[in-house]
């Protein structure tokens, strides 16, 4: 399995640009989290989707930041216009059909940095 | 009343020494207790968990030790290696309430050879 796969792996950017972060899921697993990770807020769960809907996103910092799920094998990020504040680095997370408090497996992460 | 408070921010330990993180909640809706470790470039990885039935739960040389009265539970690395050196962060979810982990602001453990 090669779990989770996030690209860009590396992103730098000028402020009011948009950006799009990429992520590809375990294959079978119906959950799929955004983190983003500060080192000022630590881990912040963003929005999750279940079976490509969006469940829960309460943790979406404004309305710069928005998430699809279009296939039960993509999502994206998308900030737009960027800002200096959003340079964290986000974390794609997916786990599988069962409780709540299976493991979530985490990719490597994007790190963002805006200019 | 989501937050899970953790201690200390940063650790440095001697090789074969026992390094102790705590953790402490005030949602009593929690019920499941994971910790992630994360090394420098990766993301977090499940370490070891617990539930609140059980006081103490262990595996190899971490240890979970679960104070439910006291709603704090702390990770312990016996024998601590250079390889442990990570960001360490524990975590806790309401399985009833969905998917939302809560995670604590992390420790990064050095230890030296």
């Known amino acids: 399995d090669a779990g989770v796969i996030q690209s860009p792996r590396h992103e730098v950017t000028e402020m009011g640009q948009e950006v799009t972060l990429r992520c590809k899921p375990i294959?079978?697993?119906?959950?799929l989290f955004w983190y983003r990770q500060t080192m000022m807020r630590g881990l912040e769960l963003l929005i999750y989707f279940n079976n490509n809907v969006p469940i829960d996103d309460s943790g979406m910092p404004e309305d710069r930041f928005s998430a699809k799920m279009p296939n039960a094998s993509f999502s994206t990020l998308k900030i737009q216009p960027s800002e200096p504040r959003d340079s964290a680095v986000y974390f794609c997370?997916?786990?599988?059909?069962?409780?709540?408090?299976?493991?979530?497996?985490f990719g490597p992460g994007t790190r963002l940095t805006v200019l | 009343q989501q937050q899970v408070k953790q201690s200390p921010q940063s650790l440095i330990v001697q090789k074969g020494g026992i390094s102790i993180i705590n953790c402490a909640y005030e949602?009593?809706?929690?019920?499941?207790f994971p910790w992630y470790q994360q090394f420098p470039g990766k993301g977090p990885a499940l370490l070891i968990a617990?539930?609140?039935?059980?006081s103490e739960k262990k595996e190899g040389r971490f240890t979970i030790s679960f104070n439910k009265s006291a709603k704090q539970f702390s990770l312990h690395i016996m024998d601590s290696q250079p390889g442990d050196s990570a960001t360490y962060f524990c975590a806790a979810i309401a399985e009833t309430s969905g998917s939302r982990l809560t995670f604590g602001e992390g420790t990064q453990l050095t230890v030296n050879p």
């Open positions: 949602n009593t809706a929690f019920d499941y």
């Open positions: 997370a997916s786990r599988g059909t069962g409780a709540p408090t299976d493991t979530q497996y």
């Open positions: 294959s079978g697993h119906d959950y």
């Open positions: 617990i539930r609140p039935d059980v």
